[in-house]
Nanobody, 126 residues
Framework: QVQLVESGGGLVQAGGSLRLSCAAS????????MGWFRQAPGKEREFVAA???????YYADSVKGRFTISRDNAKNTVTLQMNSLKPEDTAVYSC????????????????????WGQGTQVTVSS
């Protein structure tokens, strides 16, 4: 079992930056793929970014070039650096983890993940 706790959300003006962290406990995540998803009010959860155990990264087109996912296996944490934030980035951001999966392509789907954090609110004002 892996427990995930996000932090770092808040209110920021458009064009600003935030850094989200996801702290894992229960077991090491070095052999897990890690993902970030977000859900805005009235919308479905959507993929933001993912990193495989081998450090390959994947991004949604809407955040590519603005967001960066990273991981520190020694600290058992995953980070999402968000720059040039836009009002449409407003959502609850959740991190997720999975150890066994068939293909990195599947990491864009929330169904691929076994463990989820409770989420952290990000609000971007215009």
């Amino acid at each position: 079992q892996v427990q995930l706790v996000e932090s770092g959300g808040g209110l920021v003006q458009a064009g600003g930056s935030l850094r989200l962290s996801c702290a894992a406990s229960g077991r090491a995540i070095s052999d897990h793929a890690m993902g970030w998803f977000r859900q805005a009010p009235g919308k479905e959860r959507e993929f933001v970014a993912a990193m495989s155990p081998s450090f390959s990264t994947y991004y949604a087109d809407s955040v590519k070039g603005r967001f960066t996912i990273s991981r520190d296996n020694a600290k058992n944490t995953v980070t999402l650096q968000m720059n040039s934030l836009k009002p449409e980035d407003t959502a609850v951001y959740s991190c997720a983890a999975v150890r066994v999966y068939n293909s990195d392509y599947l990491l864009r789907s929330s169904a691929a993940y076994d463990y989820w954090g409770q989420g952290t609110q990000v609000t971007v004002s215009s």
